[in-house]
């Protein structure tokens, strides 16, 4: 039995989200990117700043990179001029009841923590859109998971993408932990992609103002 009606999950979701969106934007954010063409026995790993500015447009500067460079201009670069592009686009394709139909599954536990598991069918067959599932955290209605099949690949070069993100709650708020991508593709076979978020810097008149995110600043 849902804990809430699903109207009242996906209203305390969408406001949780708007938080997290608006507190997230302005940031700048560490990542390490590691992909892998297992049929051509290839790999590379690239060390980059993602910055998202205040209008929610993305950007990245890479700042390290070891492997394999076929990889990383067939396989890194695609996916991050993916993500640039959609943010640039200015489409909506947020998780709301205008582009998604939520359904409650179950309540399970994650990590210690009560979690809701909705079942996201997306209205529209574009890119940008995925069949899958969200993850609540059952007391902030944060996200702490996201996973499914995107229903339209941004690039003939892709086949059939899948993908899980995961989140971690810090001071209430959703912060991006780990993205793992698998993709089948046309030249290559299956390549899969995964994404290490490291520490979130927010800047006020370009000074860093606050950090957030980083298992290191206890140590």
Request: charged share 30%.
């Amino acid at each position: 039995m849902a804990p809430l009606p699903e109207t009242e999950m996906v209203s305390h979701y969408l406001s949780a989200a708007r938080e997290q969106q608006s507190l997230l934007r302005g940031a700048s954010i560490e990542v390490d990117i590691d992909a892998e063409v297992p049929k051509l026995n290839k790999k590379g790993k690239l060390h980059a700043l993602k910055k998202i500015s205040k209008l929610g447009l993305i950007t990245y500067r890479a700042l390290g990179f070891d492997g394999d460079n076929s990889v990383k201009k067939e396989v890194i670069a695609r996916f991050l001029a993916s993500e640039v592009q959609q943010a640039q686009s200015g489409a909506d394709l947020g998780i709301t009841p205008a582009n998604y139909k939520f359904k409650y599954r179950h309540t399970q536990e994650l990590d210690g923590r009560k979690v809701v598991v909705l079942q996201l069918s997306p209205r529209k067959k574009e890119v940008g859109f995925f069949k899958g599932e969200l993850w609540l955290d059952a007391d902030t209605f944060m996200p702490v998971r996201e996973s499914g099949r995107w229903v339209k690949t941004p690039s003939v070069f892709l086949k059939k993408m899948e993908f899980v993100r995961f989140y971690e709650i810090q001071n209430g708020v959703a912060v991006p932990q780990r993205l793992e991508s698998r993709a089948d593709t046309r030249l290559f076979g299956p390549v899969t992609l995964k994404i290490n978020f490291g520490k979130v810097s927010y800047e006020e008149d370009g000074e860093a103002v606050a950090e957030a995110g980083s298992s290191n600043d206890s140590q």
